[in-house]
């Protein structure tokens, strides 16, 4: 990228997995209607106080201990002053001077992003725009959330793009948040800067309006781009806060950019300093156990896979349980993770089924691969009946009452090639002359006959000697 270096920060506002608000006992949903998840408290009722959510505060000490950031015993709640219609209060209750952890990192292969600070703080409400009117939904307003805010550590569009895959993984395997983008439970506000290297950072740009991680990529890589356009120009770079058009795939300037004079930070009166005791700490500690990048490596090492398969496999804590429970009793690493990465999540996501529904028992799906391991069916079979047991069919009993076992018999299949031959005359003579695809064409036809009950490796010996004879 010529002679110039980005330089960027991410702050993460990540939605915690608890039942009620962060000061009050209103639900916490998705799915309700307009402001019918409100209370005087979370609405902003004057003479209301908040009562804090023990819950929050384990799952946001859990997320920092994960990151490994030193929790601190004392940590203050403030308020945020600004106005904004979906803040009822006027401010925000969050934490500024003295945040709930500080000084983490997040490994990223040899490399880590230092983790700045991680606190508490309470969502504001949801701004729904018509074509007439701006309607307020005060529903989200309360929610707990955890701020996470790296160092300005990463160097580029594509390692904040991992960064933000590492970190999500993280709070789902610890239970601590869904991280589901779409739902706004996990939302990024990175900031960038451009200057040339060997020079000092340059003027910092937040970019709001990311509504999934590619965006955030996506983004960054217009934004420095046009850093570095302006500074080739001699323009100056002005600090504001900026609007990611989603349609022309570009960034708009959405107001100049506040400094933290500017939201008269103070100590929120209504709520005591937050102390922590090392009892808490080791309690949270022991919920988190082991982490996607530690689970990667060991299951690198135990089962001899593949980086790619191990990196899919650990990449939900659900998806690697899973594995590990199927691979206990068919002692098959490879077969294992091929099938249940190419055929079972193929047809979870052919049905909209996510990995922590899925239907089929690892115990089933085990003794699935146990019939393939054996050669009592192929693979083909096996794909196709995995809608049958995933109704909690045992796959034994649907091979037999189907009819679906191997064909072994080389007779049989002789005669099955012989008669798919005869019939397709025309690309035989164009086999003959050079079109060697059409050899595809004649294996898919003698599965298609066979319901996919034939060995495709013998198949495809015996077709070779036959077109060979030809």
């Known amino acids: 990228m010529r002679e110039y270096e980005a330089v960027i920060g991410m702050e993460l506002h990540i939605q915690l997995k608890t039942m009620t608000k962060l000061f009050c006992s209103c639900p916490v949903e998705s799915e309700s209607e307009a402001n019918t998840l409100i209370c005087p408290v979370c609405a902003g009722f004057p003479g209301t106080l908040p009562v804090l959510n023990e819950e929050a505060v384990k799952l946001a000490v859990r997320t920092a201990l994960a990151l490994g950031c030193g929790v601190n015993r004392i940590s203050i709640f403030s308020r945020k002053n600004y106005f904004y219609p979906d803040l009822p209060?006027?401010?925000?209750?969050?934490?500024?001077?003295?945040?709930?952890?500080?000084?983490?990192?997040?490994?990223?292969?040899?490399?880590?992003?230092?983790?700045?600070?991680?606190?508490?703080?309470?969502?504001?409400?949801?701004?729904?725009?018509?074509?007439?009117?701006?309607?307020?939904?005060?529903?989200?307003?309360?929610?707990?959330?955890?701020e996470i805010v790296t160092e300005p550590d990463i160097r580029s569009a594509k390692k904040a793009y991992t960064y933000i895959i590492r970190l999500r993984e993280i709070l789902r395997y610890i239970g601590v948040s869904n991280a589901d983008m779409e739902k706004g439970e996990f939302r990024c506000e990175p900031n960038v800067s451009v200057h040339r290297k060997g020079e000092p950072f340059?003027?910092?740009?937040?970019?709001?309006?990311?509504?999934?991680?590619?965006?955030?990529?996506?983004?960054?890589?217009?934004?420095?781009?046009?850093?570095?356009?302006?500074?080739?120009?001699?323009?100056?770079?002005?600090?504001?806060?900026?609007?990611?058009?989603?349609?022309?795939?570009?960034t708009r300037e959405m107001r100049m950019k506040e400094t933290e004079e500017d939201y008269r930070y103070f100590d929120e009166p209504d709520l005591p300093p937050l102390c922590i005791p090392d009892s808490f700490i080791s309690e949270q500690r022991?919920?988190?156990?082991?982490?996607?990048?530690?689970?990667?490596?060991?299951?690198?090492?135990?089962?001899?896979?593949?980086?790619?398969?191990?990196?899919?496999?650990?990449?939900?804590?659900?998806?690697?349980?899973?594995?590990?429970?199927?691979?206990?009793?068919t002692k098959d690493p490879r077969l294992t993770a091929g099938f249940i990465l190419v055929e079972l999540l193929g047809f979870l996501n052919e049905n909209s089924i996510k990995i922590e529904n899925n239907p089929i028992?690892?115990?089933?799906?085990?003794?699935?691969?146990?019939?393939?391991?054996?050669?009592?069916?192929?693979?083909?079979?096996?794909?196709?009946?995995?809608?049958?047991?995933?109704?909690?069919?045992?796959p034994t009993k649907v091979v037999k009452k189907l009819g679906l076992e191997k064909i072994e018999g080389k007779k049989v299949i002789d005669n099955i090639i012989q008669d798919i031959l005869n019939e397709y005359v025309d690309e035989v003579k164009r086999y003959r002359?050079?079109?060697?695809?059409?050899?595809?064409?004649?294996?898919?036809?003698?599965?298609?006959?066979?319901?996919?009950?034939?060995?495709?490796?013998v198949v495809g010996k015996l077709l070779k000697e036959h077109l060979n004879k030809i």
């Open 433 to 457: 002359e050079g079109k060697s695809g059409l050899f595809d064409f004649f294996v898919g036809e003698v599965m298609k006959t066979t319901k996919g009950k034939a060995n495709p490796r």
């Open 89 to 146: 209060k006027g401010y925000q209750i969050t934490q500024y001077e003295h945040p709930l952890a500080e000084n983490g990192k997040l490994i990223m292969g040899n490399r880590a992003i230092r983790i700045r600070r991680i606190h508490l703080e309470e969502d504001s409400g949801k701004l729904i725009h018509t074509k007439d009117a701006t309607l307020i939904d005060l529903n989200r307003a309360g929610v707990p959330l955890v």
């Open 202 to 250: 340059g003027t910092r740009r937040e970019i709001k309006n990311l509504n999934s991680i590619r965006q955030v990529e996506e983004s960054l890589r217009y934004e420095i781009e046009q850093q570095i356009n302006m500074l080739e120009k001699g323009k100056k770079i002005r600090r504001a806060t900026l609007l990611w058009d989603v349609k022309e795939k570009i």
């Open 286 to 329: 022991n919920y988190i156990g082991e982490l996607p990048e530690e689970r990667r490596e060991r299951m690198h090492k135990q089962y001899g896979l593949p980086c790619n398969d191990v990196d899919t496999l650990a990449s939900r804590k659900a998806l690697a349980d899973y594995f590990e429970d199927v691979i206990k009793i």
């Open 361 to 394: 028992s690892h115990e089933h799906l085990s003794e699935l691969i146990t019939l393939m391991k054996k050669g009592i069916i192929t693979r083909t079979v096996a794909r196709s009946i995995l809608p049958q047991i995933g109704e909690g069919k045992p």
